[in-house]
């Protein structure tokens, strides 16, 4: 599987622009870039996938760079229920033996300040 | 929908007890999976199923034995439980093994073996 390089760590405060970097050098041309995050004592959820273009959704927005070898996930205005740890995942599309598999790094620890 | 149910919520095992967890989900997917994840780690795929009556191992297996005799229910059998079980496990469904189509997780079991 192709791996994903993230900060440990990142802060943000409330209300701010969080620009979350996912490094993925190594990946291929049928893989997509998801992104899952998991609030303190939940289980992760999904935030966003994409392949080439940039995407937009109701929670979040994800920048891919042109030679795909890093993402970009962007909060536009942080809340306190943004604090989660962040997943970059890459899923291949190959279909077959994938099975849907997801795997987790250890993710990027999203603090949001009052 | 109430959409992935776990249960229970918190158990403490002693060395060499068994025990079913349990996992059911009613968006009528096909695919069901069990994770678990060790303090501080993203989370680690033990088994999965691609449909009724089918399933197969993930990445750490060793300890676990899984059925799933319904599309709702997929279990997941401790036996003779040992300390390095214990983790918090997430059960998760999808539509599809297919990279559009996110995984739904539960709020996972937080497992304890002394």
């Known amino acids: 599987d192709a791996k994903t390089t993230q900060p440990n760590s990142m802060e943000s405060n409330e209300e701010e622009p969080v620009h979350l970097p996912c490094n993925h050098s190594?990946?291929?041309?049928?893989?997509?870039i998801h992104w899952y995050r998991q609030l303190p004592s939940q289980g992760p959820e999904y935030v966003i996938h994409g392949l080439t273009s940039n995407v937009n959704n109701r929670m979040a927005s994800l920048a891919i760079a042109e030679d795909r070898k890093s993402s970009t996930l962007i909060l536009h205005r942080a809340t306190l229920r943004d604090a989660a740890v962040y997943y970059c995942i890459l899923r291949d599309d190959t279909g077959g033996t994938s099975y849907g598999k997801l795997t987790f790094g250890q993710g990027t620890i999203l603090t949001v300040h009052p | 929908n109430a959409g992935v149910t776990q249960t229970p919520k918190f158990r403490i095992l002693k060395i060499g007890q068994s025990m079913t967890l349990q996992c059911a989900q009613d968006?009528?997917?096909?695919?069901m999976y069990w994770y678990r994840q060790d303090p501080g780690m993203g989370l680690k795929l033990i088994y999965y199923s691609v449909g009724a009556g089918i399933t197969d191992k993930g990445e750490v297996p060793n300890g676990y034995n899984v059925s799933r005799s319904t599309t709702e229910d997929f279990p997941l059998r401790l036996e003779l439980a040992a300390p390095s079980q214990t983790s918090v496990y997430f059960c998760?469904?999808?539509?599809?093994?297919?990279?559009?189509?996110?995984?739904?997780f539960g709020p996972g079991t937080r497992l304890t073996v002394t």
């Open positions: 190594t990946i291929s041309g049928t893989d997509y």
């Open positions: 998760a469904s999808s539509y599809s093994g297919d990279v559009d189509y996110e995984q739904y």
């Open positions: 968006m009528n997917h096909n695919y």
